[in-house]
């Protein structure tokens, strides 16, 4: 009985091999070639919208294995939890192998990158030991009140220090007993070898003393010249000898691509240089203060690691120049996830060009509101794609009424160099002085005309600094002055009543919100503003830190929507 089995399990294994040796001599070719993925050789890449295996419709000739062009609209993004077939994507060499010349008519192998001659680490090298002398690290302290924890600066403050430390958060403090002193630290670029020093803003933001280390370790007492908080740059200045400084490159001809080198001292780890490429230009990620109207944000993206402590260092390109000054990180846990943004090079040295010369920046204004372009506005506005800035307002007398544009206008370009984005257009303006004079390419009603603007001036605020804080200055009714509209002015403006803006304080809460000499108060917490004493006697009865709405009519506004919705904050003295 065993032999029985025994025979029948031997006839079983020979059944099973011969039907795998059927299967194969069955899936072999006429010429006996295997037909296998191997079999799809590379082909020209005419038409990249291609399917390799398409199911063939009714009456289709196509042999399986062939490619088929399918409509565009089939063409779909696979998306990230699908699975890709090895072998099912057939690359392209990304080299010729027989080192003859590119061919131009083919984009893919004729924008091919040129090889390097030598070892490429040599052009990190170079660039590295060429920006390393003029990154030095900058440490402050900031007298704080209440508790020492609530005023941590969420990127440029860590906790390595007071962890360190026994009892409270707090180092001895040469200044007096009973005062508590947080330390900071960040990075700053020598521009000058008279030890002129940019840097972030809110690396010095109400220090009370400065110290900056070179490279070489030797040390000074800092002096903070000036600021800018609505592009976070300031400059401070050391006095030394043989300082070495910068070399500066063109931030405007960056490309998204390029390699870049981050260089600053990031958890105290002086002199750290990373590496990674420029992974976007023109970001506007909101993290200047909102309070500022005025405020310019076009930041260079890149992957190359930044931390806290790298704030005011430099990003350089492979040769070495300054292109952007580290500024911020995207992240959810206050440590680098993978992206880092820097100040273009070119704004940064126009604001510190300014300080160093008039003590305040002095920057060209048009007077509008601008918003993106998108698909939408364009095909309305009769545009063939989205570019430019869409006008959604006008500021009475400003410099963009005296040259006419209007609501509705797209800026197409400043100077015949095209706008990109909205904040492309603030970067273009922002680059000349008040007075100076911008030819603008508009479009409106399906043509374009070029105008000329003699630029106004925005307001500076306090760009100037000192060492020693000042009291805050007390902002009473908002800082503002204000009066009854006269008969006439009622009738003009076709309204029952309303206050005038007869002036406001530079800096003030509602100088930041938007509120201008000349407008028109028609409404407080959506209530009718009927006189001054009722207008203050609102203000004085909110809690300060709240929020007042205030309903504002523009005059000689060029379009029927003459009318702001602003919120003001109300101060701790008021």
Do not use: C
Request: proline share 7%; hydrophobic share 40%.
């Amino acid at each position: 009985m065993d032999a029985v089995k025994k025979i029948l399990i031997l006839f079983f294994g020979l059944f099973v091999v011969a039907a795998f040796g059927w299967i194969v001599f069955q899936a072999t070719d006429p010429g006996g070639a295997a037909l296998s993925t191997t079999r799809l050789t590379p082909r020209p890449l005419e038409n990249p919208l291609r399917q390799i295996d398409p199911p063939s419709p009714e009456g289709s000739h196509a042999e399986p294995g062939e490619a088929r062009e399918i409509p565009e609209k089939v063409v779909e993004v696979i998306p990230p939890s699908s699975r890709i077939q090895r072998d099912s994507i057939s690359w392209k060499p990304a080299l010729r192998k027989d080192n003859t010349a590119p061919n131009p008519e083919n984009p893919v192998i004729a924008g091919r990158i040129p090889p390097v001659a030598g070892n490429p680490n040599n052009l990190f090298v170079s660039a590295a030991n060429r920006i390393l002398p003029a990154v030095v690290s900058i440490r402050s302290s900031r007298r704080i009140s209440g508790n020492w924890f609530d005023s941590l600066h969420p990127f440029l403050f860590d906790n390595d220090e007071e962890e360190e430390q026994d009892g409270d958060s707090q180092e001895e403090n040469p200044h007096g007993e009973g005062d508590i002193y947080q330390p900071g630290s960040g990075s700053g670029i020598v521009v000058s070898p008279e030890g002129h020093i940019m840097t972030n803003y809110h690396v010095v933001e109400d220090a009370d003393n400065i110290r900056v280390m070179l490279y070489d370790k030797r040390e000074y007492d800092a002096k903070l010249i000036g600021h800018d908080p609505t592009t976070d740059v300031a400059l401070i200045k050391i006095e030394g000898e043989n300082i070495p400084a910068a070399v500066f490159g063109n931030s405007d001809a960056v490309q998204i691509g390029e390699w870049v080198m981050a260089v600053g001292n990031p958890l105290n780890f002086t002199s750290t240089v990373t590496s990674g490429i420029v992974s976007a230009i023109g970001r506007n990620i909101n993290i200047i203060d909102r309070r500022y109207r005025y405020r310019i944000e076009n930041f260079i993206q890149t992957d190359a690691v930044i931390n806290p402590g790298n704030s005011g260092g430099a990003l350089i390109n492979l040769d070495g120049e300054v292109i952007g000054m580290n500024t911020a990180i995207a992240t959810r846990n206050g440590f680098y996830q993978g992206y880092g943004f820097a100040i273009p090079v070119n704004l940064a040295r126009k604001v510190v060009d300014d300080l160093a010369l008039y003590g305040r920046v002095r920057r060209g204004i048009l007077g509008v509101v601008i918003e993106p372009v998108d698909d939408g506005v364009a095909r309305g506005l009769g545009l063939d794609k989205p570019s430019g800035a869409l006008v959604q307002g006008v500021s009475p007398r400003s410099a963009a009424e005296n040259a006419g544009l209007r609501q509705g206008d797209i800026i197409l370009k400043v100077d015949d160099r095209e706008v990109l984005s909205v904040n492309d257009l603030q970067i273009k303006i922002a680059a000349h002085h008040p007075g100076e004079t911008v030819t603008l390419t508009i479009w409106r009603k399906n043509k374009s005309y070029e105008v000329d603007v003699v630029l106004g001036e925005a307001p500076s605020g306090n760009n100037t600094a000192q060492n020693n804080r000042e009291k805050p200055a007390v902002f009473r009714h908002l800082g503002i002055k204000t009066r009854e509209l006269s008969e006439k002015e009622k009738s003009g403006f076709d309204i029952e009543q309303g206050l005038v803006v007869e002036s406001l304080l530079s800096g003030s809460p509602a100088e930041r919100a938007g509120l201008f000499q000349g407008g028109v108060i028609v409404r407080i917490n959506d209530q009718p503003v009927t006189t001054v004493q009722a207008f203050e006697a609102e203000i004085d009865g909110a809690k300060a830190g709240s929020v007042v709405k205030l309903t504002l009519l523009i005059p000689n506004a060029n379009t029927d929507d003459n009318t702001r919705i602003l919120f003001v904050e109300v101060p701790q003295d008021h």
